[in-house]
């Protein structure tokens, strides 16, 4: 049985475990304000908030998309849909602002973005212009040309109103763990890390943490999991913290916190983050799901093997280290052992010499999938190379470092007029494939021409970050 709290009641129910939050809200509780329009994350129509006791920076409202979150996902928690904003006749904040600024014209995506704009209501960091471009990012509006979306969003950022939702962000203990079946399919949370290991022992288990992409399963191919053991509830695994010059990240951790916390811890993680995704899915989206995926386009990927990361797996045996560079084995393939799971993340902090750099190119800015990405990592001393780590995606099978040009780049000038020279040695690394995102032509060719950039960003300083400046194409400048 799943017990969470809707719009102020405590409901209870009791329904597959494959059920989405969206399907439940609509057809069970009949709250059609969520809408469904792309049921893959992509349009924010359906976006929910729930209540994140466990924020880095204390208790947080997040918006969420109800349509890749499992009904389990909830147990436990406190739930707001746009139905629950308004206080009698009088209208949140949140939906005055889009009242006065005349945003919304069909109607169809604006309790998304009302529900975007409260998140935004209860956040102390979205005072910049580029901040509220993030927080809007995930929602897709075709009528009203942004601009008095974007108004909106100036207007309640960071507002805070004094009322219920303000009063709910306060320490409390929350217990989100539970197993129930239903029929043939069943569904565990543990708190408990041996009872964990004795779920995923059954025929068939499937883990998720935040069904960003496991989610899409359900929502685009239909797919029944019998049995789905969630590791959010696991003991350490939300933990992240610095140990001297390692920076520990534990696999559960959502990727918002780590945007945040790394933004002054590990810079080049956080600019990686930045256009990761929307802050929809990266309020469920995990580091150690990310790598776990195997995409060979991930996001996250090439930057831990620029960092050299340190994977933390548990078994019931205990635990190991392995390096991230012996993580990945082929087409989303991993050494994942049977009853194995990634734990946390281990980065050591660049040193003084090193030179660092993340990119990602793909079609859209926000909210795409990358058709090539870079993690860069090289240690100068005296103005020549000592060690080279280029970790890439979307040129094979797998994330994969490139050892060729790497080895090339040691004992030479770090200038663009030795890369340019070396710059070849990359087509011994990659013969990526054509598709639909790009030709191979295209790839090897974007692939040198980031190495250029980072070489042009870092010939004289260690790291570049990114401007802060909103998304969009026409800016108004005063004068």
Not at 298 to 327: K, N, Q
Not at 344 to 370: F, H, L, N, Q, T
Not at 436 to 460: D, P
Request: charged fraction near 20%.
């Amino acid at each position: 049985m799943i017990r969470f709290s809707l719009n102020g009641k405590t409901l209870e129910a009791d329904t597959s475990p494959n059920t989405t939050l969206l399907d439940f809200l609509r057809q069970e509780q009949r709250l059609t304000g969520t809408k469904e329009g792309c049921a893959e994350g992509d349009c924010g129509a359906c976006t929910v908030a729930l209540l994140d006791p466990d924020a880095v920076g204390g208790p947080a409202w997040r918006a969420i998309n109800s349509c890749l979150t499992l009904l389990p996902m909830v147990n436990g928690r406190t739930l707001v849909t746009v139905e629950g904003l308004s206080d009698g006749e009088t209208l949140h904040p949140a939906q005055q602002a889009v009242v006065e600024r005349l945003g919304s014209q069909c109607g169809y995506c604006t309790p998304g973005v009302v529900m975007s704009l409260f998140e935004s209501c209860y956040r102390d960091d979205a005072a910049s212009e580029a901040a509220q471009s993030d927080q809007m990012c995930g929602n897709l509006c075709r009528c009203t040309g942004y601009r008095p979306i974007q108004d909106a969003a100036k207007d309640v950022a960071g507002c805070r109103p004094a009322d219920r939702f303000a009063a709910a962000l306060v320490p409390a203990v929350t217990d989100p763990s539970g197993a129930w079946t239903r029929g043939d399919e069943s569904w565990s949370m543990p708190d408990d890390w041996s009872v964990f290991f004795d779920a995923v022992e059954q025929e068939e288990a499937q883990i998720v943490c935040g069904a960003t992409d496991l989610g899409l399963q359900v929502t685009q191919r239909g797919v029944r999991f019998s049995t789905l053991v969630s590791v959010e509830s696991l003991p350490g695994l939300r933990d992240l913290h610095v140990d001297g010059d390692v920076v520990h990240i534990g696999a559960a951790v959502p990727l918002t916190d780590l945007e945040r916390f790394a933004a002054e811890e590990l810079p080049v993680v956080a600019r990686m983050l930045r256009f990761f995704g929307s802050r929809q899915i990266k309020h469920r989206a995990t580091l150690g799901g990310n790598l776990c995926n195997a995409s060979p386009i991930g996001d996250m990927a090439p930057v831990m093997l620029a960092l050299d990361a340190t994977l933390v797996l548990r078994s019931r045996a205990g635990e190991r280290e392995l390096p991230i560079r012996e993580f990945f084995l082929g087409y989303r393939q991993t050494a994942l052992a049977a009853g194995e799971v990634v734990a946390a993340i281990r980065v050591r902090k660049p040193g003084p010499s090193a030179r660092v750099g993340a990119y990602k190119v793909s079609r859209r800015r926000e909210m795409d999938i990358s058709a090539v990405a870079l993690g860069a990592w090289v240690e100068v001393s005296d103005g020549l190379v000592i060690a080279a780590r280029l970790g890439f995606g979307g040129m094979a099978a797998t994330p994969k470092r490139a050892s060729a040009l790497e080895a090339a780049l040691v004992g030479q000038p770090w200038t663009i007029d030795a890369v340019e020279r070396l710059i070849g040695h990359l087509d011994e690394d990659f013969q990526p494939l054509s598709d639909h995102r790009g030709s191979a032509w295209y790839r090897q060719t974007v692939a040198k021409n980031l190495v250029r950039g980072f070489v042009e960003e870092t010939e004289h300083a260690s790291f570049q970050a990114l401007p802060d400046r909103p998304l969009s194409t026409i800016v108004q400048v005063s004068k």
